[in-house]
Structures are given as C-alpha cells and as structure tokens.
C-alpha cells in the first residue's frame, strides 16, 4: 500500500472543521499539514483504498467498477459501432466508462484496452466530484473540477487524504441523491426510445415523497448502513459506513475481485424481491390455477432497468401422483427460455422491437419496448383513494387429471440467452461467457400447494373462492 498520509498522533485531535474551514486550514495550520492526494491519486481508486479499504473491496466487487469491463458490454458496443458505421459514438461509454470518456481517453469504447484499468468503469471520483444534475437521462451530471469529495458526511473531518464537502446529491436523507443515481439508470436510445426507465418508474412511485416516513431514495435501499469509522486515519468518529457493493442482477461472468462474494449478495436480493400466491380451483378433470406475484422490496419495477434483457419468469409444475400432468416455463440449463413453445409462459420482462415489427436485442435496433413487468410497491393501504392492487395475477388451465399437487417458482437470468446467442452468432462475443450466465432462483416465490397446506378464499383476479397458498 502506498503511504499518502503520514501516521498521526492519537493525542493532536483532528480538528473539526467545516467546508470553508478547510481552506482556511490550508492557509493557515502549517503545523499540520493535510496531505493531499494529487489530481492523478484522485483518479484512482486503489489510492481511496489506504483509508478507506472496505469502501474500495466493496466498489471493486461492484457492476460500477465492472461496468466497462463486462464482456457483454464490450460485445454489444463493438457490434454497436460496426452496424452504425460509429454513429452510436460515446453513447454506452458516457455511463458504462464515464470518467475515460471525460478524459478524453475514449470516444467510443471500441479502445477501451488501452485505457488503464483504473479509470475505466463508474469510479469513486466520478460519483464524488458530482456537483450538479443537469437532466433526467443519458448521465446529464456535471463534475466539479475542484478535487473535492463530495458525501452526505455533514462534519467530516478533515485530516488528511483530499478536500471534502457536504453534498446534498449523495445524502440518502434528499430526494435530490435519487437523481444523481437515476439520471444515469435511465436510457433514452439515440432513435428516442425510453428503454430503461428506474428513475422513471421511482419518480412515479410512492417513495419519491416530501413525507419522510415515506421518501426512500435510490441510496435507501442500495446503500445499507452499519456503525463504523468510515476512514481507517487517527480519531476518525463512528458514523454510518454505506455499503458500495449495490448487488442488482448482474454478476461478473470473468474472473473479477469479490466474485463469489457479490454472487452471493445477489441471491440474497433476489430472494426476498417477490412473493408469490397460488390459488387453485379444482375441477374435475382438471383444475384452474391462479398465480399472484407481488414486488416486495423493490423501489420501481420488477425487473427494471435491462428490463429488455432480462429473463424473469414463471415455473410452474402440476402434478397428480408421481406424474406431471402439467408444466409452464420448465428450462434446461443453458437453453434459452425465449424460444419456449409454451404459450402459457409467464415470462417478465421488456421485448423490444425494431421498426419493421421484429423482436430486436440491440439498443440501436430498437423501435418500440413492450412492458410486461410488475409495478412497484404500493404505500396506500386497502380501502383508501388512489390504491393499487400490487398483485398481478395469471391464470393457467389443466386439463386431464385433478392435481394433488402444484409447485411454483421464479427463475431469473440477468441476461436471456437468446441475447447472448445473438451476440456470439454475430462472432463479438466468446461462448464461454454465455455458459457462465447463471440462473438464479428466487427463494421468497417458491410454494408448494396441496389441498391439505391450502386455505379457502377469494381470489383477486376472478374473485372467486379457491384453494390458496400460502395461508
Ligand atoms: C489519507 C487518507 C484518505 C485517503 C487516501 C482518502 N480519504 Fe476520503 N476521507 C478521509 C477522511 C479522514 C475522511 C473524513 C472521515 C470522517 O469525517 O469520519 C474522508 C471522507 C471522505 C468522504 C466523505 C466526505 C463527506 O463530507 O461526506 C468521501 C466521499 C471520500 N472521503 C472519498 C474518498 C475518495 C473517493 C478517495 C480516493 C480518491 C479518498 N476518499 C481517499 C481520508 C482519506
Ligand atoms: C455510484 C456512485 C458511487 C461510487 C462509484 C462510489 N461512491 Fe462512495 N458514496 C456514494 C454515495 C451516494 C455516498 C453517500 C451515501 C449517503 O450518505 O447517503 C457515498 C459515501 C462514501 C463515503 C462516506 C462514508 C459513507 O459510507 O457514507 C466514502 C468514504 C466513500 N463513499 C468512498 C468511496 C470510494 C473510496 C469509492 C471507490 C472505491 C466510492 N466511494 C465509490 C456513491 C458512490
Ligand atoms: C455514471 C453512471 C452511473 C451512476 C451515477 C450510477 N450508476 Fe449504478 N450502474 C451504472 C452502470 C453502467 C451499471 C451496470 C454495469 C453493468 O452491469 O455492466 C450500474 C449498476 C448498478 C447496480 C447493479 C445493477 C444490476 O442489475 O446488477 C445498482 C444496484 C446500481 N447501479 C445502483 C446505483 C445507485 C444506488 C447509484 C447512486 C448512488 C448509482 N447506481 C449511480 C451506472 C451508474
Ligand atoms: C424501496 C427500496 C428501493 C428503492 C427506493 C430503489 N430500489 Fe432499486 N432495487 C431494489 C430491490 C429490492 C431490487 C431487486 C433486487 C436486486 O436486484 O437487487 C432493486 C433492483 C435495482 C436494479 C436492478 C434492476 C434490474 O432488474 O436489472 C437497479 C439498476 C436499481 N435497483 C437501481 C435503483 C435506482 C437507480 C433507484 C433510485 C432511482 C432505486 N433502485 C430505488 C430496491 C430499491
Ligand atoms: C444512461 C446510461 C447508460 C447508457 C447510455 C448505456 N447504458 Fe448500459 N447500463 C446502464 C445501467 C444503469 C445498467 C444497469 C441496468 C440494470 O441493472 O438494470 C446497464 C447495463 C448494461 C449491461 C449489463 C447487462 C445488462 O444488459 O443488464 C450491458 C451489456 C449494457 N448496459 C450495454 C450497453 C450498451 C452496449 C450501451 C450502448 C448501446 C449502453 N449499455 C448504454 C447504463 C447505461
């Protein structure tokens, strides 16, 4: 490890300062010297890690710090600028390698190699140096040129390392930190389609609210808190650490620090977002099953964002004895569950479509999103003006046999494999990546019925009475 900051003395307490204090401190506390990270240190994380080393291991986990690094994302902008003669430009680097970009080390990606590692990705000094917010999409954020890390710490204290200020763009407590986050995790592609859309679906979702029993901003939810010293230097207070690993969907698919760790942290996510009901009303010779999912945690929809390129979808098995007597959505590993002939499929998700009406993959293809997905959570209870039942409903028919039993769960791969079976035919991406997309299964979804294990009510979707899990 480098050393920026000589050891300090326990018994010099860190002077407590406010932002304008540390200027006067520069001028004036020639006794103490602050060591600054010069304007290149600044740049790297690695330099961050000396005082703030857990900070760095959880950000080097993370899709921002893998963001320009992701093989699926190096494949699509190469494609991207060979089928559009380089008009797609620094459009995907303007978020996925924002501070290359800035740098003037890229314009479009397609050199991204030659970029030390350092500066490729969504990095500490790009979020921190943030000052301003200057639309809703497409990263409209203005970066200070000042070398200031900017944070929601109100007192920090200034010992050392770089200058620091209060910023109420990364305070989780301001419904302003939602757009520093949102405006990058909402695209509108060059031809004007709003293709991802979670600033959106949060600015029209109850947590986007001067309530602040009801506000939850991106950071909220994203970022939790545990009590801790957030820099590793002499005296430095407990406050709240806020976790920088941000598990979402996506993994890494190539070796990449804290894999395991951030794979794990995934499934954690995934498996408390839905829950999930199955009523069935039993016929016979058959029976109808009716399947409610609900968005439990997430703050916008579900699946949001790539929501064109995820896979969320519905396995559901009926039985009767040892035999199955009907299934819906029943994948094998590695097949892709696009192409399921199964025209009951329950499969969430945006699909795209390109100007003469054909399922398109590629942004710059993209015409037209149709939206199957599920609706953020509602505040408002039962009963009251303005309620949205959060349930979405399906109903499946089994004809033949009564099932004695109906096993359900949900299933989701961050990207479809039909996407990376594009991009692999077109010979920009290597298999091996496509093999090492996972399918994750989401714990919180999974119910097994039998009439024993079921109570009778009324279902939401017919309003009828049947058999339903859980109680
Ligand atoms: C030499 C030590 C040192 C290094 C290196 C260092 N920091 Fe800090 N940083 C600190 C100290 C000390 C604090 C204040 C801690 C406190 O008040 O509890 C701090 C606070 C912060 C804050 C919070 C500011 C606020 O007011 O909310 C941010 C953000 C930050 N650092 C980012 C970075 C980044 C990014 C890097 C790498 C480019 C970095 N730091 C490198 C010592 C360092
Ligand atoms: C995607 C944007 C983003 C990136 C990238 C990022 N941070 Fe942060 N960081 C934040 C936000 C937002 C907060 C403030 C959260 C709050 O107070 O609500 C924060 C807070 C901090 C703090 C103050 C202590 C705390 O936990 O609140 C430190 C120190 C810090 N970050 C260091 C780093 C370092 C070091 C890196 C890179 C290794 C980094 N950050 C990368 C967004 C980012
Ligand atoms: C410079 C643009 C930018 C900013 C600012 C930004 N992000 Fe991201 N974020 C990205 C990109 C690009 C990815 C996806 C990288 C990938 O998967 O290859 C990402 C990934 C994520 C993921 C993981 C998504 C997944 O499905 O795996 C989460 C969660 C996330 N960001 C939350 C946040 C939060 C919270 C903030 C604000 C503190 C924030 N981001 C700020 C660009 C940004
Ligand atoms: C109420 C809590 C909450 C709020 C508020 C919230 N999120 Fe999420 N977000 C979640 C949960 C839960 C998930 C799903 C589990 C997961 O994938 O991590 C999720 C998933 C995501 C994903 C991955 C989505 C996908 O399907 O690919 C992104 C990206 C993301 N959030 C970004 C944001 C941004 C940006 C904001 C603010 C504009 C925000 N979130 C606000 C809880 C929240
Ligand atoms: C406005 C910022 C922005 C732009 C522009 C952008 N991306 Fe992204 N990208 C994101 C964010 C944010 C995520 C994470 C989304 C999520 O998890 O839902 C992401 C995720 C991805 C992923 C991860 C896997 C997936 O699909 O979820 C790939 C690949 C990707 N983008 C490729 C591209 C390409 C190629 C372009 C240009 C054609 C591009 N992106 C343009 C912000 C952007």
Do not use: K
């Not at 380089?86 to 740098?103: E, I, K, N, S, T």
């Not at 929601?152 to 989780?172: E, F, K, T």
């Not at 995790?185 to 602040?212: C, I, M």
């Not at 329950?346 to 939206?371: C, K, N, P």
Request: negative net charge.
């Amino acid at each position: 490890m480098r050393t920026l900051h000589e050891p300090r003395d326990r018994d010099r307490a860190p002077t407590i300062l406010g932002v304008l204090g540390l200027a006067l401190c520069l001028a004036a506390c020639d006794d103490e010297p602050a060591p600054l990270l010069t304007a290149e240190q600044l740049l790297d994380p690695a330099a961050c890690a000396e005082c703030h080393p857990t900070h760095y291991q959880e950000w080097r986990g993370s899709m921002h710090a893998y963001a320009a690094e992701d093989p699926v994302f190096r494949a699509m902008n190469a494609r991207g600028q060979r089928e559009t003669n380089g008009a797609l430009g620094d459009f995907c680097v303007q978020c996925h390698a924002p501070m290359a970009l800035r740098l003037g080390l890229t314009t479009d990606g397609t050199d991204l190699d030659d970029v030390p590692q350092h500066l490729q990705g969504v990095t500490c000094v790009f979020c921190h140096t943030v000052d301003a917010v200057e639309g809703t999409h497409n990263n409209p954020l203005r970066l200070a040129d000042d070398g200031v890390m900017r944070g929601g710490v109100r007192d920090p204290i200034q010992v050392g390392g770089h200058a620091m200020a209060y910023s109420p763009l990364h305070d989780r407590h301001d419904l302003r930190s939602s757009a520093l986050c949102g405006s990058c995790h909402d695209v509108v592609t060059p031809a004007g389609v709003h293709l991802e859309r979670t600033y959106a679906e949060w600015l029209d979702s109850p947590f986007n609210s001067d309530d602040p029993d009801q506000r939850t901003t991106c950071n909220d939810c994203h970022m939790p808190g545990r009590r801790s010293a957030i820099a590793d230097v002499d005296g430095a207070p407990i406050r709240r650490h806020h976790d920088h690993s941000m598990p979402g969907v996506d993994v890494a698919l190539t070796p990449w620090p804290e894999m395991q760790a951030q794979r794990a942290l995934v499934q954690r996510e995934l498996d408390t977002m839905i829950v999930s009901e199955v009523c069935v009303v039993p016929r016979s010779g058959g029976a109808e099953v009716e399947v409610y999912l609900e968005n439990l945690t997430a703050g916008h929809s579900i699946p949001s964002g790539a929501a064109h390129d995820r896979r969320l979808w519905v396995e559901l098995i009926a039985s009767a004895g040892d035999e199955t007597i009907y299934s819906s959505g029943v994948v094998a590993d590695g097949e892709p569950v696009a192409y399921l002939p199964d025209p009951d499929l329950w499969l969430l998700r945006d699909t795209a479509y390109d100007a003469q009406g054909d399922v398109a993959h590629m942004f710059w293809d993209i015409a037209r999103v149709e939206s199957d997905v599920l609706p953020s959570p509602t505040l408002v209870p039962p009963g009251s003006p303005g309620y949205v039942n959060p349930h979405v409903g399906r109903r499946y028919v089994v004809i033949g046999e009564t099932p004695d039993r109906v096993d359900l769960r949900l299933r989701m791969r961050p990207i479809g494999l039909d996407v990376l079976d594009d991009l692999v035919d077109s010979g920009d991406l290597a298999p091996s990546v496509r093999d090492a997309m996972p399918t994750f299964d989401l714990a919180a979804s999974v119910q097994t019925w039998t009439m024993d294990a079921a109570t009778l009510r009324v279902t939401p979707l017919a309003g009828r009475e049947a058999w339903c899990v859980p109680q």
